[in-house]
């Protein structure tokens, strides 16, 4: 039996349908990625809710490095004061500006108290020595400020006593069109008097991503803005800076939670 030739006709390639598609799918993707990112974010916004902080652990490890001065330094010298750390990667400069300007920040709020540390130590040692480090504080206007301290140690060490001890997370992972990637996360923690690592912890990125997915939602698809009450979210930096004011009060008041 002889076989039927079947002649397929070309696809119809009209540049202006073809552009009109690719816009419609990229918009459907942005407002799907928005939905999705936004509503994971909200979830994890609401451990910061609470701003009454709670103890996490006490760092009864002693950490050694050395700071901006090159001089050494270790976690005995924040004893009987409050501390604010946040881990550090210079070349992530645009990962660290929301913390490093709420630090800043907090510390010309209270320029006179001496019982306020702010503590960074550098995830990538080999990059960030002294000399780098103190230049970054005299970007931030403080390096003549003594309360400061930017340490340097081997890079084993500073990765494990920041993730195990203080337990900040330093990297996260975050999906793309690619596929899932890594990059620097740039948090918040507090430590008490009693070297109590306290909860919550802060990332404010995370607040700026929310307020413009919040922001986003709003321009782009309002019906479902208005079901994740997005809304209240596009101020959600602001709000974060509010509750890290409110979790140092507590914290001189001693007013904490169990943990």
């Known amino acids: 039996m ?5 002649h397929l006709e070309p696809a119809e390639r ?21 939905l999705v990112t936004f509503a994971y974010r909200l979830k994890h916004q609401s451990d910061e809710q609470d701003a009454r902080p ?10 050694f490095g050395r700071d901006q001065n090159n001089k050494a330094f270790t976690t005995e010298q924040l004893k009987g ?3 604010l750390f946040t881990p550090l990667s210079l070349q992530e400069g645009e990962r660290m500006k929301e913390s490093l300007g709420a ?4 510390s010309q709020r209270f320029p006179d108290d001496e019982n306020l540390l702010f ?4 995830v990538n040692p080999e990059a960030d020595g002294p000399d780098e480090l103190r230049h970054l504080l005299m970007e931030l206007g403080v390096a003549d400020d003594s309360r400061w301290f930017f340490v340097q140690a081997e890079e084993e060490a500073a990765r494990g006593y920041i993730r ?6 330093f990297k996260e992972s975050v999906s793309s069109l690619e596929g899932p990637r890594e990059r620097f996360r740039s948090t918040l923690v507090f430590i008490d008097e009693n070297l109590h690592v306290l909860a ?28 994740l009450n997005a809304r209240e979210r596009v101020d959600d930096v602001e709000k974060a800076r509010a509750r890290l004011d409110a979790v140092l009060q507590y914290i001189r008041e001693g007013d904490l939670k169990e943990g």
């Open 14 to 34: 009209d540049p202006a349908k073809l552009k009109k598609t690719g816009l419609s799918i990229a918009v459907l993707m942005i407002i799907g990625g928005v």
């Open 164 to 169: 195990h001890k203080i337990r900040a997370e």
């Open 2 to 6: 002889a076989r039927q030739t079947i």
């Open 103 to 106: 630090m800043r920040d907090l």
């Open 54 to 63: 709670h103890v996490v652990q006490r760092l009864t490890e002693v950490f």
């Open 81 to 83: 004061k409050t501390t």
């Open 119 to 122: 503590l960074g130590i550098t």
């Open 200 to 227: 919550p912890m802060f990332d404010l990125n995370l607040a700026r991503e929310v307020a413009d997915d919040a922001g986003r939602l709003l321009a782009e698809d309002p019906e479902e803005a208005r079901r």
